[in-house]
């Protein structure tokens, strides 16, 4: 992974997720809205997000690009995660950048795949794997909040909970 840097860099506030994983590392900082003045629904979705990974001897950031409902579907999925440990949930945006897939084992165990491709569309890509258990699922829920709060979800967007998409 390559380091960018860019001003909005090193902000650092209260609109992060951050999940820990002995010593892997996956944060999102949620540092401002791309678009917010664009005349489409579509455009003032996006939000540009500082990801910081470290995942073994690998460690990198870059700057990433979610959408506000990429941000609110993962937080309602882990909001049903935490009373059904048998459900998943994905943090899918359409760039692909950073993909996180959690499965459940029914007993309050979760295991997270990780796939990062710093730039959309590449060959370059860092696959690993974290794990976490059902106590922390509360404080990433409460970190998600924070950022849609910051970072509603704008327009006419409807998001299907059952189908994990907008």
Not at 5 to 23: I, K, N, P, R
Not at 87 to 101: D, H, M, V
Request: aromatic content about 10%.
């Amino acid at each position: 992974m390559h380091n960018i840097s860019c001003d909005f860099m090193d902000t650092h506030g209260d609109t992060y997720l951050e999940f820990v994983s002995a010593q892997d590392t996956i944060r999102l900082d949620a540092i401002k809205l791309k678009f917010p003045d664009a005349d489409l629904d579509w455009d003032r979705n996006w939000v540009l997000t500082k990801v910081t990974i470290k995942a073994g001897v690998f460690s990198g950031q870059f700057a990433g690009e979610f959408m506000t409902t990429d941000f609110e579907l993962l937080k309602r999925q882990l909001v049903l995660l935490d009373t059904d440990f048998n459900n998943g949930a994905k943090f899918s945006p359409l760039e692909r950048q950073l993909i996180l897939t959690i499965t459940g084992d029914g007993l309050g165990q979760f295991e997270m795949e990780c796939e990062v491709t710093p730039e959309p569309n590449s060959r370059q890509k860092l696959t690993f794997s974290m794990s976490f258990d059902q106590t922390e699922i509360k404080s990433y829920v409460r970190q998600l909040d924070r950022i849609t709060k910051q970072f509603p979800v704008d327009g006419d967007f409807k998001i299907d909970d059952q189908q994990g998409s907008i």
